[in-house]
């Protein structure tokens, strides 16, 4: 049932998914005091006050969910007519020129499902996701996602191998890096001012011989006329700088770019069962 209700609206043209999209995002802000209550504080974290800029984030939020069906359900290459441009190509042509494996780092910012897609269609791609917790839609998310040149790796130790193996291969990897992780599996450090839970995974995988990271960010258009898809390089490292505090910063600097498109009522800020008490200033 799931499958069939996703193919059908699949077919509905982007602008419309967009527009029931938004409502969506009103929903949820307004059913769940939990979630309205992160999504206001974390904006406010990062000094983010505008309420017009607010209601963009909440509308925004249901966008992610409602644009799912065409980008995981269409063909790839109708999905690809949904790319209405894709800066900086040159860095990934750059990085594969010089034998250098790539880290994609794409945080929960814009439609971070069709980045993989795109990127896939000039190289291999392997992506940890987690499954999500209602198992019924564990299927649909792997048939959404898994499509040609596209890896899945579960967010587990044999996903992490799968990640490794992938980058032997000289493949490239994706990640999202502002995901909170299990304890043991992250350091503290910095986000907008505010000590945040980091994985350490990604910057392991970014420091590894013959390894460039890149950043990416497929931005949604408005009145749903597609996507454009940004890629830049990660910072050098600050003097005494921590790898959890730089991916941070980068982060940071990309979410300012364009904050109506993040995902501001994910709680970036939890403590993990089981993780250390967060500092009182992180480095």
């Known amino acids: 049932m799931a499958r069939l209700v996703m193919r059908l609206l699949a077919a509905l043209p982007l602008r419309v998914l967009h527009a029931l999209g938004a409502l969506l995002g009103w929903l949820m802000y307004l059913l769940s ?49 949904l790319v209405k441009s894709f800066d900086e190509q040159g860095l990934i042509a750059a990085a594969r020129a010089d034998g250098r494996r790539i880290v994609f780092l794409t945080p929960h910012q814009g439609c971070f499902e069709i980045t993989a897609q795109a990127i896939a269609e000039q190289v291999p791609i392997t992506v940890m996701y987690r499954p999500p917790k209602l198992a019924f839609l564990g299927p649909l998310t792997v048939e959404g ?25 000289g493949e490239t990897v994706g990640i999202l890096p502002d995901q909170v992780p299990g304890a043991g599996e992250g350091d503290w450090a910095d986000f907008f001012g505010r000590p945040a839970y980091t994985m350490t995974l990604a910057m392991k995988l970014a420091r590894r011989p ?51 498109q993040y995902l501001w009522g994910y709680n970036r800020y939890k403590r993990p069962r089981g993780a250390p008490p967060p500092p009182e200033r992180a480095a």
């Open 210 to 260: 013959d390894t460039v990271a890149l950043l990416v960010f497929g931005e949604r258009l408005p009145c749903g006329e597609g996507y454009a898809i940004h890629i830049g390089r990660l910072p050098e490292a600050l003097p005494g700088e921590s790898d959890a505090r730089l991916l941070n910063r980068a982060l940071e600097a990309q979410l300012r770019a364009c904050p109506a």
């Open 145 to 169: 996602r898994a499509k040609r040149n596209v890896r899945l790796a579960i967010a587990d130790l044999s996903g992490v191998r799968e990640m490794l193996a992938a980058l032997k291969r």
């Open 33 to 81: 005091p939990t979630y309205r209550r992160h999504l206001r504080a974390n904006l406010a974290q990062a000094g983010f006050a505008d309420a017009a800029l607010r209601r963009a984030v909440i509308a925004s939020a249901g966008k992610m969910i409602a644009e799912l069906p065409a980008v995981w359900m269409r063909p790839r290459d109708e999905v690809m007519r």
